[in-house]
């Protein structure tokens, strides 16, 4: 015989991943220390739960795979993280990944920064 079919549960009070990206991904230099930036992002529009952290995730080689670029995490819902130690005049790309309990969201776009160059007297 054939059984009947288990009745369809509606919720909507559960949680979910984040299901779009951070937003409004910016990179500057820090003033004064040309080797560290500051990335900035705003929270997803549908972060489907309390944002627990963000993955920030950066790479001089936009094609690499994800698991071979580098992981900065970020605790909590702060907006903005500085990374040191860069490489000079070196374009380097972000993604950014937001978290809740249930794990993780979408990446944000690659976003581009060059890193300045040497800071010193000018030639010229």
């Given at each position: 015989g054939s059984s009947g079919s288990s009745g369809t549960a509606h919720g909507t009070t559960f949680e979910l991943v984040p299901t779009s990206p951070p937003?409004?991904?910016t990179v500057v230099s820090k003033e004064g220390k040309p080797k560290t930036i500051i990335v900035n992002w705003q929270p997803p529009s549908e972060a489907n739960g309390k944002i627990t952290g963000y993955i920030i995730y950066y790479s001089t080689d936009v094609n690499a795979e994800i698991h071979d670029w580098v992981i900065e995490p970020v605790v909590g819902n702060r907006l903005t993280h500085q990374i040191q130690e860069l490489?000079?005049?070196?374009?380097?790309?972000?993604k950014i990944q937001a978290r809740n309990s249930k794990g993780m969201g979408p990446m944000s776009e690659a976003v581009q920064f060059r890193t300045p160059k040497a800071s010193g007297p000018s030639s010229g």
């Open positions: 937003k409004d991904v490489t000079l005049d070196t374009p380097y790309y972000f």
